[in-house]
């Protein structure tokens, strides 16, 4: 309970404690946050910038060795005889022989390049001697974009069948002689594209992260995998055109649907290309978010070892009190013994709350004993009460039951009354079966069957008699001879009445309760006996029931034996007019057999 001392103790250690915690946790968290999230960017922009660098070193070099190619005097020889019309095929052959030899060394001592080719006009390309290459993408965008630094491609002039089959880029250089400065055709100096591709995928920007190496259109150089991040890639690219201006690295923001994404960007301005990586800003915090959970825990953990503390601290003085409670509010429930049980123990040291726990201990010991004496007392005196209104049903019926044999005997009906002999023998059977209180409602069924043969016999034509049995409501338990007193009363008070006499008996299960009616077209209650054998019903002392002298003694019998076996859980429904019959439902606890 929040009103408790133990409550208030926690209470206040915990806002003693926790407020000045949770500030220094706050600022904590915040502060390295952002020194984090500095590191972060900064670390990440400076490994894109390495790679840059290598990007650039690498394509310098590769730039060089197109530059000396082209002023070596072999490809110089090479482009003079392809140029002069009086040179002799030997000639020719002998020159493409030598270009050929210096490409291939230039290769093999170059291990950033796969192969050198020169493509003239009209002759096509040095190794493959044909003109398709005039076809390919990298070609066209040469000629009509410009473009010296191609994409990823495969390119089938190539010194042998191992080259063509990879993916290569390329510096693609005008072929030019020197001495007249006329345009022949092009270098194209191939280096693989695994080479940056392999360091491109080093690059780990959080997670999920990853960096792209892009031409200014969107175009992946490597052929790089853009499936998942095509979108940001294109909106980012915008994003550079409109605010980089003349920076050449940086760092923007951008979101995307319900996610915020960081982008990292450098420029390659001499191959007009762009790295850039992206990555969910919640993936490159993830330091910070775990930072943050951290300190939480932290002041989680905190938190609890403040309670135990409190706990702690509190026990000694409201342990016995609490205990005490929980003894009490068993005893008002009339639970002693878990009331005994929760009884706090008194210590070596008495004090004030020892000394109040010994002597209500021992008041209720003392309470106990009465109570349980009492109610031995007031069961052995029910069930003489009960024994009393069993005996007084059977007399009665008993009477009845021989009247009609001895008149089916005076009207030498000996077939009736062997059979009316045999209900009466299996009635007597079911009476003297006192081993238990409880029947079936299909034993107790049973039993108001052969009752109402006995009655058919002597009635006749007169007596028309209905059962409704519900069979879910066959195996339920019920106490025992408590039909018949009702059937015997609706049955005579009908045949009173004059006519014919019509009864119907219904036993069914509705939702958590039995129903057992009669319904007869007797001649009725008044209101103000209906209250009286209602008033008597609910009244504790029921032995007055046994001397009460007037009408509906049976159903003040049967009312009364069920209010002393059910209890609180018996309901009684008296449903009468007068001249036109009563209806009675018992309504009991389902009791499984």
Known sequence: MFYSLRSRLMLAFSILLILPITSVVFILSKESAEQIRK???????????Q???????????????????LSSGITQEWITATLNDESTRAEQFMAKKKLRELLSS?????SNVISISTFAKGEGGLWTQDQSYLKSSWYEQYKEQDVRWTQAHQDRDQADDSMRSREINSLVLPLVQLQSLQDVGVIKINYPTELLRQDMDKISIGKSGKAFLLTSEGHSVLHQDLTGAQQVLSDGLAYLQKHSGEQNSGIFSLRQGETDYLLFYRKLPAQNWLIIGEVPEAELYATITKLKETLLLASFVLLILVIIVALRLSTNITKPLSAMARAMRHVRNGQFELGLKDMPKARSRQSEVDYVAGVFEEMTHRLKYLIETEFETNLRRKNAEYKALLLQINPHF?????????????????????????????MMRYSLSLDTDLVQVSEELGYIRDYLFLLKLRHEEHLMVAIQQDSAADHLLIAKFILQPLVENAVKYSLEKGGIAEVTITS?????????????????????????????????????????????IGLRNVLSRCRLYYGEQFEAVLDSKLHTGTTITLKLPLIEG
């Open 106 to 110: 230039y290769a093999l001592n170059n």
């Open 508 to 552: 069914r299960v509705c939702g958590a309760r039995l129903h057992l009616q009669i319904q007869d077209n007797g001649s009725g209650m008044t209101p103000e006996l209906i209250a009286s054998i209602l008033a008597d019903t609910e009244s504790r002392d029921s032995v007055g029931i046994l001397y009460h002298k007037g009408d509906s």
């Open 398 to 426: 008993y009477n009845n039951t021989l009247e009609i044999i001895s008149g089916l005997a005076a009207m030498k009906r000996e077939d009736l009354v062997i059979d009316a002999t045999e209900a009466l023998g299996k």
């Open 39 to 49: 590191s972060t960017q900064t670390s990440t922009l400076q490994t894109i910038d």
């Open 51 to 69: 790679f840059a660098t290598h990007v650039s070193t690498l394509l310098t070099q590769i730039e060089d060795m197109g530059n000396q190619v």
